[in-house]
């Protein structure tokens, strides 16, 4: 079955600009996470969503948004983006809560000039 | 809060030698240990997931132990080969939290 999809997976964008990325989870999959990595901080949580609600929330700013349809496919989105703002934005999904497995997509890499 | 530390940062080795990577957390109420492997530039692959009732598992020449009163985890990999070369993450899911905490990785490089 199709893993996790993530789009698009390069973009370039300047200060100031927003930007939208998409993840489609797995069939099935209910819960959609998101994280961000960079070289200096590594691997942080920003939020995830189960069934259309934001379930967590790490600790970002609030230029940090997302929101989950329906369909369980999840958008994430960074207004007036800054130079530090560039990063792997990864997406996970698993079925629902608690010890279940998450499977991680590829990523879309936003470079911000 | 939690804090997931792994040594070492980096690690070369001869191909065919067996290594072991270590992954400590400092809040041991967790539900599971998730041991990652990254490839340059791309998403994580999950290699163990091991639950906090479990001491180890294993897949293949991978082997991830798991001893939570003593906040540790170990990935051991036998034999290892050139396409083990990546970079490795631990990450747990802390009791009450719906999000994983990573550690910062060790780049292995295996040398043909």
């Known amino acids: 079955k199709a893993g996790v999809t993530q789009t698009p997976r390069y973009l370039i964008k300047t200060r100031g600009q927003q930007v939208t990325l998409s993840c489609s989870p797995i069939?099935?999959?209910?819960?959609v996470s998101w994280y961000q990595q960079t070289p200096g901080q590594g691997l942080q949580f920003l939020f995830e969503?189960?069934?259309?609600?934001?379930?967590n929330k790490g600790n970002f700013p609030g230029r940090f948004s997302g929101r989950q349809f329906s369909n369980s496919r999840s958008e994430m989105n960074v207004s007036t983006l800054e130079l530090g703002d560039s990063a792997l934005y990864l997406c996970?999904?698993?079925?629902?809560?608690?010890?279940?497995?998450?499977?991680f997509g590829a990523g879309s890499r936003l470079t911000v000039l | 809060k939690q804090e997931v530390t792994q040594i070492p940062a980096a690690l070369s080795v001869p191909e065919g030698e067996n290594l072991v990577l270590n992954c400590s957390f400092t809040?041991?109420?967790?539900?599971?240990l998730q041991w990652f492997r990254q490839d340059p530039g791309k998403g994580l692959t999950s290699l163990l997931l091991?639950?906090?009732?479990?001491r180890e598992q294993t897949s293949g020449r991978l082997n991830a132990s798991l001893d939570k009163s003593s906040g540790r985890s170990t990935l051991y990999i036998a034999a290892s080969q050139p396409g083990d070369s990546a970079t490795y993450l631990c990450?747990?899911?802390?009791?009450?939290?719906?999000?994983?905490?990573f550690g910062t990785g060790t780049r292995l490089t295996v040398i043909p």
């Open positions: 996970a999904s698993r079925l629902g809560s608690g010890a279940n497995v998450l499977t």
């Open positions: 069939s099935g999959h209910r819960s």
């Open positions: 969503y189960f069934s259309e609600t934001q379930r």
């Open positions: 809040d041991s109420a967790i539900y599971n």
């Open positions: 091991i639950q906090s009732s479990q």
């Open positions: 990450a747990v899911l802390q009791t009450g939290a719906n999000n994983l905490f």
